[in-house]
Nanobody, 119 residues
Framework: QVQLVESGGGLVQAGGSLRLSCAAS????????MGWFRQDPGKEREFLAR????????YYADSVKGRFTISRDNAKTAVYLQMNSLKPEDTDEYYC????????????WGQGTQVTVSS
């Protein structure tokens, strides 16, 4: 059974940094892309970044390009989101997700981790 477990959220002051982690288990992810999303209650989930597990190629939403960095650790089967220069508007629940690299369906999701940025 596939499991994605996020951690690393918390409270940080504006301008600070956090690194989110996503521990993936339950299958081999070599043919998958991993992504990070965030969501405010009552709003649509926002795509932030994705990384190909096999090639390491990345793609970012314009809203976080230059501030957030996605990376992976194949040995630990973990994906990270380094978030710098955080702003109060980055306050959200952050989710890790996985999809087969050749599809657009994000099939697996973690439970989320809360990030709160104080002004």
């Amino acid at each position: 059974q596939v499991q994605l477990v996020e951690s690393g959220g918390g409270l940080v002051q504006a301008g600070g940094s956090l690194r989110l982690s996503c521990a993936a288990s339950g299958r081999t992810f070599s043919s998958y892309a991993m992504g990070w999303f965030r969501q405010d209650p009552g709003k649509e989930r926002e795509f932030l970044a994705r990384i190909s597990w096999s090639t390491g190629s990345t793609y970012y939403a314009d809203s976080v390009k230059g501030r957030f960095t996605i990376s992976r650790d194949n040995a630990k089967t973990a994906v990270y989101l380094q978030m710098n220069s955080l702003k109060p508007e980055d306050t959200d629940e952050y989710y890790c997700a996985a999809r087969i690299v050749t599809t657009n369906l994000w099939k697996y999701w973690g439970q989320g981790t809360q990030v709160t940025v104080s002004s």
